[in-house]
């Protein structure tokens, strides 16, 4: 019996929705998995929005919208799933103007037929995006919140074992550990506990990516344990952020920009020609790879000439390289139209802040299995031990230690993403962008908060170097008022001592003239007379006593 199809309209009425609601849009407004209509839109020759079109729409920057080729009035019948037996030169037909200006498209759903349950098993269900998006909601709604218990001032929540099997199959195991307040670490460990099956890695990136993931296995029988009871922490990963991140430091509209554009990002597709300063950074960890094999074959050791190795080489491995380098590009592409640029050590700079990020790649411990040198030497060393001689024992390792493919991207020192049982950073592309964001406002307080504290120690260097100057100016005139005034005491001592000489009787010429001499020299030692000295000049009343000290001079022949 022929499949029905599930839309027929006309190409011209299929391209204006694409291009009014997106490709995603149209699948999700017929319950179409996303990877089946594409293919077929693509078959019709119907054109698509090209990658950064809706996020440069929502900017009200200029787009370009690709014309659609060929007849507006062909029909297209689109299926749920693609039939095994259709060719393209069948999957239009030219319907009469007339009828198709008279009629509205023809939507149809196809609707299985019903079996008798009794008669054929029930398969394994397979789980897609379209039956997942259904399904969710109603298992949701039947379930409601998760039933808790207080003791003691302490909340703790009842974890059913079928329900929970329910809800981890729903949601990830992320969103199930916000519903009961606790970690995904949590959920994952009462899983394990009471025997429940969870998504294996990838589960969540290939739903939303609308391909067939994993099967969903039966919950299987357990007598023991139906029920378990745990506090809740109020903790949710720090990987998991908030059900709507405040972004309080942008503007209404750019918040609501921002988190749309955080919703709507997909990973490019393989075959996308990456952004230029990530193909430039790949290639410059190819060749430094490269010259690093060259230096350990020439017994040189790592690379010695100074430079800095890319970022991407020595914590990854080349097996990750693309993958890490499709990350860093399905992000730029994202947040370029936002206004941010990447620079060529793959720095986001976002509102003028640069935003450094790390990622590396886990490694797993193995068995060492011996080279052919090292069994050389074992060898050696079993004989020597064997016939009575010498050989030290080799020194090997026991473990090797081998990158696994489980990636974790760093912002900053901010937070940090990483590859689980659950999700893959694939999965976590907007909670980053967000996070990168918040980093930028944090650099950007910690910027604004270490420049106020730098001009406050600036403002409090120069106070006390002003306060030392204008001290040490004040130490400089003390000294000078001092040793100016044991200048004038000396000199009013000189004076006093004159004066007695004076008194006496009968002095003799020779004392006069002394006197006179004395006088004299009070004057050149007096700084409120300041009298020249035919000797010894203008005397500097205001310099220490070891500076004015009298010296005799010596002859400059030696005696």
Known sequence: MPRTPTIEMTRKQLYDEVWEISVAGVAKKYNIEYGQLIKQVKEADIPIPPSGYWTKLSFGKPTEKIMLPGSEDTIVSIYSVIPATRRRKNLG???????????????????????????????????????????????????GEPKTMTQYGQTYNIYDREILYKEVWALPVTEVAKKYKVSDVAIHKICKSLKIPTPPMGYWAKVRAGKQAAKQPPLPENDKIKQKTGPQTGFTSPHAPADTPSLDFLGEEDRAILLAVATQIQMTSDNDKMHTKIVTHRQAVLAWDKDDKVAHRNWRGNRTDGKTPPLLWGSISLDSLSRACRIFDTLIRAMEPLGCTLTADLKFIVRGETIPISISESQSKIDHLLTKDEQREMLIYQDAQKHGG?????????????????????IANYKSFSDSKTNLLEDRLGDILISIYEAAERIYVQRLAAEEAERKRQEEKARKEA????????????????????DFNTACKIRAYVASVETQDNLTAEARSWVEWAKQKADWLDPTVARDDEFFGTREHEEDADHKKLKESYSSYGW
């Open 390 to 410: 010498y050989a030290s024992k080799p020194n090997i390792r026991k473990y090797d230690y081998v990158y696994n493919g489980k990636l974790c991207f760093g």
């Open 467 to 486: 306060r030392r100057e204008r001290y040490n100016v004040e130490v400089q005139r003390t000294n000078a008022l001092m040793n100016a005034a044991e």
């Open 93 to 143: 037909k030219t319907a009469p103007k007339n009828s198709i200006e008279k009629e509205s498209p023809k939507i149809s759903v196809a609707v299985p037929l019903k079996t008798d349950e009794s008669d054929s098993p029930k398969p394994d269900k397979v789980v897609t995006a379209s039956n997942v998006a259904a399904d969710n909601a109603q298992i949701l709604q039947q379930l």
